[in-house]
């Protein structure tokens, strides 16, 4: 037969390990210096110029498949 297991303490050890990655994704995001914040903006607009200068001008997309 198996280990008794008490719910209430599963139940109460699951909401804080849920908690606990709450905790870490927030610090991830937030938890940041304003240098810190400043580069990966900066590295996101880069990313999006750099994108937007591989387009090709005057080509349209036909959605009659013509």
Known sequence: MG???N???A???KARAAA???A???RAAFGRSKA???KS???AKAAERLH???????QRRSDSGD
């Open 36 to 38: 810190e914040k400043v």
């Open 11 to 13: 139940r109460k050890a």
């Open 41 to 43: 903006k900066a590295e």
């Open 24 to 26: 870490a994704a927030s």
């Open 52 to 58: 937007e200068g591989h387009k090709r001008d005057g």
């Open 7 to 9: 719910l209430r303490q």
């Open 20 to 22: 606990e990655a709450q």
């Open 3 to 5: 280990d008794v297991t």
